[in-house]
């Protein structure tokens, strides 16, 4: 392994720290290394606070001063809730910055400009791919002006969610329940339809999550038939038909959030509560379901990566597929998962993938 590849790895261990709780902002790590050893290592740790390059400066001190730096970021390069970094960087007197990927961002970007132009050597492109797997969410944020959507899903071999009479029970074991609440914690959000939210009456929460995380029904008659959801108001976000009852509001509690969005058919505009959800700042989606939610963002070209939980069962007849509704007509139109891994866990295996790379 090149030297440049061995730190950069640890600039990224400190970036993975970051996946969650950071947004709107990136996850970004840095490493300072002087005459072949570590001396710093930082990380963002929320929106507002010190960037990874301030952290690890502060640690690294006046030993800064001829050292490497290793970002898995390029540096910002503006005034924003915080002064830019590069003006730090370059007041540290580090003599080699090696960046993993530049900032999508035009607001923030320039930094690799700044640096170069301040003699600074600059290398770009060090575990590119890797840094920007661990930002992925906020480079379509950036690219695709919405939020990034994960599909999760647990189905029995044969491809269902729930029996003919609408059970869902535990179709996954108890290791995978915990990792998924874990993979909740990732995200800013967490979305369900109105059947899952009154036949599974949810609490909907994450593990252990950094910061604000919303949890979403798309209940288009505005039921409210899901009382452990409604007995924890706070972030909690229901999207409902334009032409509900304005009187069906007056029984909630004020801390939840209402949103009202055109439907077709009894769906609602699924394109319109995306772009309804990314105006309030929510950077990202862990899709739950049920089948009618996930077949809506399928349909739509919506989401971006799956976790789909298969479990050892079968239900031997016409439950509840995972897409409801027709598909496509020939295997050669079939939706491809790509860059897909697979994972043992407990007594199931998880495939996770992206629709689109």
Known sequence: MHKDEYWMRIALRQAAKAIGSTSPNPAVGAAIVKNNRLIA??????????????EALKIAGID??????????????HYGRTPPCTSAIINSGIKTVIIATEDPNPAAAGGIKRLRQSGITVKVGVCRQAARKINEVFITNVNRKRPFVVMKAAVTLDGQIATTAGDSGWISGHISRRYSKRLRARYDSILIGAKTAKSDNPVLMPYKKAGKFYRIILD??????????????????IFCDNETDDAKHKSIDKKIIIKKVNSNKGMLDIKQVLGTIFEMGIMSIFVEGGSLIHKSFLEKHLYDKAFIFIAPKFLGGSGIPLFQGKGVDFMKNAI?????????????????GYFDV
């Open 336 to 352: 491809i998962l790509k860059k897909t891994e697979c994972r043992k866990i407990g007594k199931d295996i998880v495939m996770s």
């Open 41 to 54: 290592a930082g990380y963002h740790h929320k929106a507002g606070e010190a960037h990874a390059e301030i």
């Open 64 to 77: 800064a001063d001829g050292a490497e730096m290793y970002i898995t970021l390029e540096p910002c390069d």
């Open 220 to 237: 288009g008659k505005l039921s409210l038939d899901y009382p452990n959801l409604l007995s924890q108001p706070d972030n909690l976000v």
